[in-house]
């Protein structure tokens, strides 16, 4: 089995910084792509960064404010979010393409619980 576990959500003032965390764990043998999703209230769930051996995206609503990082050694993947406007208000969820031991070469896609991020005005 296996699990994404995110941290580092919470309640920041506008302007303020946050720092998520996805932890991937289980029988993994690879990780592929790597990155987060938010869902705000009553709208669809959106990309916001992605990364995949050297390369990252990013939504354009979030360029030059967040930063996506991982550590492979440690199955992880981080977003940086500085200088938050209450409109990055959502929940936030990790993804990643893995292929487990039991599969090896089967990339699935697995997703986190999500973690809530509220930014006040």
């Known amino acids: 089995q296996v699990q994404l576990v995110e941290s580092g959500g919470g309640l920041v003032e506008a302007g303020g910084s946050l720092r998520l965390s996805c932890v991937a764990t289980?029988?993994?043998?690879?990780?592929?792509?790597m990155g987060w999703y938010r869902q705000a209230p009553g709208k669809q769930r959106e990309l916001v960064a992605r990364i995949s051996g050297a390369f990252t995206n990013y939504a354009d609503s979030v360029k030059g404010r967040f930063a996506i990082s991982r550590d492979n050694a440690k199955n992880t993947v981080y977003l940086q979010m500085n200088s938050l406007k209450p409109e990055d208000t959502a929940v936030y969820y990790c993804?990643?393409?893995?292929?487990?031991?039991?599969?090896?070469?089967?990339?699935?896609?697995?997703w986190g619980q999500g973690t809530q991020v509220t930014v006040s005005s």
């Open positions: 289980g029988s993994i043998f690879s990780i592929d792509a």
């Open positions: 993804n990643a393409a893995i292929s487990t031991v039991q599969y090896m070469g089967v990339l699935n896609i697995y």
